[in-house]
């Protein structure tokens, strides 16, 4: 099981599940959550998806401010990867994996660099190979 | 994307939108168009200007901003549309489509 920073999630305002539905399509709901004094991670139950119960899921918390004149402030987020309890009339976020990015942590510069890389990688495989 | 072209795109944060606080799903497939970085986008210029009337400025200095200006345009065409009137996702949403 991972280890959450809960003080730092407990500031998002909401969070939004996603899983993969039958057809293999991803489903996303917005939807309100709490955090219980035990540390666990308590999410509303969305109308439409009445049976999370057991399934894997993406739990996205986010958060991103448009500034008036140009471009964005506030930008983080924390995806969590896990699966789903009941609780409380509830369902219950077991977390297994975490991405996140919070840009006063790491300024948005320095996540450019960092993504670099997968960038040049992905550059690459546009090029068409030149017969010499 | 390319692998596995099916997505869903979801509309759900109340800052980012003017039209009401409602909140819509797209499921859909997904036909990357990352042919042509520098100029593949630039038919869309005119909602992006739209949407951030700012643009113009970085457009101006385009060559400054090399990376900036490399852009993969992803058409997605839907399949089914979940919505949720007022934002209101402990409700039964509307679904359009299969």
């Known amino acids: 099981m991972v280890k959450l920073d809960l003080k730092r999630l407990a500031n998002f305002r909401y969070a939004v599940i996603s899983h993969v539905d039958k057809d293999g399509f991803p489903f996303s709901v917005s939807t309100n959550f709490q955090i219980t004094p035990k540390g666990e991670i308590l999410l509303e139950k969305p109308g439409a998806r009445p049976q999370l119960k057991g399934e894997r899921v993406g739990v996205l918390f986010n ?4 500034i008036p004149t140009v471009g964005y402030g506030h930008r983080r987020y924390m995806l969590v990867w896990g699966t789903m309890s009941e609780e409380w009339g509830m369902y219950k976020l077991n977390p297994e994996r975490l991405s996140e990015w919070d840009e006063k942590i790491l300024p948005f510069d320095q996540l450019c660099a960092k993504s670099a ?4 990688k992905y550059l690459a495989s546009l090029q068409t190979p030149v017969e010499a | 994307m390319k692998r596995n072209p099916r997505v869903s795109m979801l509309f759900s944060n109340p800052e980012g939108t003017t039209a009401g606080r409602h909140t819509v799903l797209v499921q859909g ?7 042509d970085l520098d100029h593949g986008w630039e038919r869309y210029l005119p909602h992006w200007r739209k949407k951030e009337p700012v643009i113009d400025a970085f457009l101006a200095d385009r060559e400054k901003f090399g990376w900036f200006w490399k852009r993969i345009v992803v058409q997605v065409e839907p399949k089914r549309i979940t919505a949720w009137k007022n934002g209101d996702t402990t409700r039964p ?6």
Request: hydrophobic share 40%; glycine share 10%.
């Open chain 1, 63 to 66: 958060s991103i401010t448009a």
């Open chain 1, 117 to 120: 890389p997968q960038g040049a």
């Open chain 2, 29 to 35: 497939t997904a036909h990357p168009q990352d042919a």
């Open chain 2, 93 to 98: 949403p509307e679904v359009f489509g299969a």
